[in-house]
């Protein structure tokens, strides 16, 4: 299995940018998905999440300026970043639980993450 994230760039405050992450391999279900965000110095945070079902959980901080969403027929997310801010600036991943059989248990993956810098 492999998450593959990307869309990352400089973009200047107030811009926009659209985050992808793909999932591939041998999948039998996929969870709940989620966008994190690790600035210089930090820890890593979550920043939204999507369930199978579509419901979402935003951080308070991007609340109102990004959106997740979901396609489940290509195992993807995506995260729409509007209004960006130079507190946005972090390396983004996505993660999920895959559970590969029937038999397996789900596990854990991450993408390999995606520089967003929000800079004038």
């Known amino acids: 299995v492999q998450l593959v994230d990307s869309g990352g760039g400089l973009v200047q405050p107030g811009g926009s940018l659209r985050l992808s992450c793909s999932a591939s391999?041998?999948?039998?279900?996929?969870?709940?998905m989620g966008w994190y965000r690790q600035a210089p110095g930090n820890q890593r945070v979550l920043v939204a999440r999507?369930?199978?079902?579509?419901?979402?959980t935003y951080a308070d901080s991007v609340t109102g300026r990004f959106t997740i969403s979901r396609d489940n027929a290509k195992n993807t997310i995506y995260l729409q970043m509007n209004s960006l801010k130079p507190e946005d600036t972090a390396v983004y991943y996505c993660?999920?639980?895959?559970?590969?059989?029937?038999?397996?248990?789900?596990?854990?993956?991450w993408g390999q993450g995606t520089q967003v810098t929000v800079s004038s």
């Open positions: 391999g041998t999948i039998f279900s996929i969870y709940a």
């Open positions: 999507i369930t199978s079902t579509g419901s979402t």
């Open positions: 993660s999920t639980n895959i559970q590969q059989t029937p038999r397996d248990v789900s596990r854990r993956y």
